[in-house]
């Protein structure tokens, strides 16, 4: 959760810049068409192709590493499977990601089994989704992970089986893949108004959220590198099968009045990666004032999800105006994106 001082409109800032930062590029207009009448052809305009939604960003605060170990074939870490099987609590972008404790996979199941099978376009189907969801009878040592179905330690460090979830792309790779293509830097430029952005953790570890109304030039956080890494279910789940059982039919006695039977609202679609990222803080000069003092003897400071270690002030060699830089070393998970079932 997010200290409570920290605005909303902060947040939902910096999700739409993160969004549109990693938003693709609008394609060329397709060509100009003609078409040929009785001996007059007719040339129509070229069309524009739709633009692409926004990505649906949530803050995750504060960020967290993304560190997980390359999973060997049928597992998966555990942090992976915490937060792919997770539910958000909101399908809003642009506020902060909060989990509700509830297991999407566990939900899918439940939801297959409000349906009744007789009344459905297609039982076979229906059997079929519902065999993928049931647990491997076997304990994981004893046999090979089925298809859809991945082994991963519980925190007694015990191998439980779990539904499968997959990334696109791995920690290890993704750096690669960095280092490969320098000259990816993306830069947030965040908004200064009269609402408390910094929240500042001093070295006893007491934290007050501060503004910069009149205290910076401008914040910027600049990532090495940002991207998104799509999560995908496995086998188990049947997105088809989903959509086909929307309004049911429900087994007897049951009528939910929401779409899903009330079991699916949204899922974990994508992690928000940023390798590197720096923040400053930049004049006029806050040297002397209480957000300066209290930057100078900052342990950490977090703002919209991201945390940097004590900030370091430096002189800016165009400008007597200080500047205030941090940097957090290493790949983070800054934020999600989340796909609603509607």
Known sequence: MPPPDIPAKLIASVSAAIAQALAPPPQAPRPYETKGGPGLPRTLPPRPFPAPAALPVQMLMPMVPWDWPTATTGTIPYQQFVLSDTVPASTSPGVPYEPTGASFSSN?????????????????????????????????????????????????????????????????????????????????????????????????????????????????????????????????????????????????????????????????????????PVLRIVGPDPVNSVTGAALAAAQSVQIAGFTFPAPLLQQSPATPAPVYGARSAGTWIVGVTVEAFT
């Open 108 to 276: 899918y199941t439940a939801f297959l089994n409000l349906l009744a099978a007789r009344q459905f376009p297609s039982p076979s189907l229906l059997d079929a989704a519902l065999a993928l969801t049931a647990q491997p009878p076997s304990a994981p040592a004893m046999t090979t992970a089925p298809d859809g179905w991945v082994t991963s330690p519980d925190s007694a460090g015990i191998n439980r089986w779990r539904p499968a979830y997959g990334v696109n792309i791995t920690p290890d790779a993704w750096l690669r893949q960095v280092a490969a293509c320098p000259g990816s830097e993306v830069t947030l430029t965040l908004p200064i108004n009269d609402e408390k952005a910094l929240a500042v953790t001093d070295p006893a570890g007491h934290t007050q959220a501060l503004s910069l109304a009149g205290e910076a030039d401008y914040v910027q956080i600049t990532a090495t590198a940002l991207a998104q890494v799509m999560v995908t279910p496995g086998r188990w789940f049947q997105d088809a099968l989903v959509r086909l059982g929307r309004n049911g039919p429900w087994l007897a006695g049951l009528a939910p009045a929401a779409p899903y039977g009330g079991m699916l609202s949204a899922r974990v679609s994508g992690l928000i990666v940023a390798y590197d």
